[in-house]
């Protein structure tokens, strides 16, 4: 069992940058695929970007270029550096972790492949 609490989330004007974190707990993050999704207000949840045990990510087209996802398996913690916030990016936030076969799923941007889920950060963009 692994439990995960995200925090970071906060108000910010476009253009601006945040840095989520989860924090898990109970298990080593070491083995799972993780990840972070988002659901905008009206909108179904969406896969933000995966990273894998080696460090290997991929992103939603939305977030390349923009955000980054990051491991620190010591910490057991996972990051999301958000840079060049547009309003767009409004939505809660939601780290997840999942099998590493989860990470070379092309699907896994429906978040089936996850089994744990953190509670959620809110992420603001204000124009």
């Known amino acids: 069992q692994v439990q995960l609490v995200e925090s970071g989330g906060d108000v910010v004007q476009t253009g601006g940058s945040l840095r989520l974190s989860c924090a898990a707990s109970?298990?080593?993050?070491?083995?799972?695929?993780m990840a972070w999704f988002r659901r905008a207000p009206g909108k179904e949840r969406e896969g933000v970007g995966i990273?894998?045990?080696?460090?290997?990510?991929a992103y939603a087209d939305s977030a390349k270029g923009r955000f980054t996802i990051s491991r620190d398996n010591a910490e057991n913690t996972l990051y999301l550096q958000m840079n060049s916030l547009s309003p767009a990016d409004t939505a809660m936030y939601y780290c997840?972790?999942?099998?590493?076969?989860?990470?070379?799923?092309?699907?896994?941007?429906?978040?089936?492949?996850?089994?744990?889920w953190g509670q959620g950060t809110q992420v603001t963009v204000s124009s």
């Open positions: 990273i894998g045990g080696s460090g290997g990510t």
């Open positions: 997840a972790a999942g099998r590493m076969t989860a990470c070379y799923s092309a699907s896994w941007r429906q978040g089936l492949s996850f089994g744990y």
């Open positions: 109970g298990d080593t993050v070491r083995p799972y695929c």
